[in-house]
């Protein structure tokens, strides 16, 4: 499908006002239509690319649509993913800015660590588990640009998939310690259960989304290298994290991860 430049640049140009006004817009699937994934993917290295001229420094992507429900929500039959950048990564701060955040949601995820590149070759659950480093839960917090969080395919793709930041624990295991696919996840939101999941509820097993994306950011022109981080995808529902709130995920035994939201958005 040829990709419409203007409507691309159309479609960035609202993005960039949420982002600069720090106030949700409309949806852009006016512009890109609702299954345009190529017009969509252009929007998001559009915005990449204006990050980038601008000194952001990329370190990974993260995977989303990985729940077959939501899936079925969208009408698509596939995982989507983003870019993930350096100042997304929250993990050494003592609270989660709520200010520069719109609409939060909080997931529990595993974060992938790769060891070496994904770039050519067969893109199979072996070759994906050789090349993961090691594996620490995350809590990825998803925000987006679009007001009231109404979204279908081509708005979440061209959001960068509805990305904000994130959180890393600090306890690393190999995949020789652990099945990513076996992982129970409980998710608390002050102390009380909010969400669970288990590492089956992401495309059957994590390392399956972490093939999809190595073949498809290979398909796209930018693969995966090492050193780079992946968020794996839910392993169950998201929640609301408005400011003030503090969430803490059990992955398995990957152990806990923390995110406690500071209290005003203007922080």
């Not at 993005?15 to 699937?29: D, H, S, W």
């Not at 090492?226 to 929640?239: F, K, R, T, Y």
Request: charged share 25%.
């Amino acid at each position: 499908m040829t990709v419409e430049p203007h409507a691309v640049a159309r479609a960035a140009a609202r993005l960039v006002t949420a982002e600069r006004e720090g106030a949700p817009v409309a949806p852009v699937r006016d512009l890109l239509g609702e299954q345009d994934i190529d017009a969509a993917y252009a929007v998001q290295q559009e915005l990449t690319r204006r990050r980038l001229a601008a000194g952001a420094v990329v370190t990974g992507r993260k995977i989303g649509l990985t729940s077959p429900a939501v899936q079925r929500q969208l009408g698509v039959d596939q995982p989507d993913f983003g870019v993930l950048f350096a100042d997304m990564d929250v993990s050494a701060m003592a609270e989660v800015p709520s200010g520069r955040l719109l609409q939060p949601k909080a997931e529990a995820e595993i974060a992938f660590v790769l060891g070496e590149d994904l770039a050519d070759g067969v893109y199979d659950t072996a070759r994906v588990r050789a090349a993961v480093e090691y594996a620490v839960a995350a809590v990825e917090i998803v925000d987006s640009r679009i007001a009231d969080w109404d979204i279908r395919l081509t708005d979440t793709i061209a959001d960068n998939a509805s990305s904000g930041l994130y959180v890393l624990a600090d306890r690393r295991l190999t995949l020789a310690e652990f099945e990513p696919r076996e992982v129970t996840m409980r998710m608390y939101a002050e102390g009380e259960p909010v969400s669970e999941g288990t590492g089956a509820a992401c495309l059957g097993d994590p390392l399956n989304a972490l093939a999809w994306l190595a073949r498809t950011a290979q398909a796209y022109g930018d693969p995966l290298r090492a050193g780079q981080v992946v968020l794996s995808g839910a392993l169950g529902p998201m929640v609301p994290a408005p400011p003030g709130t503090r969430i803490h995920a059990e992955i398995g035994p990957l152990g806990t991860v923390t995110a406690a939201f500071s209290e005003k958005r203007d922080v």
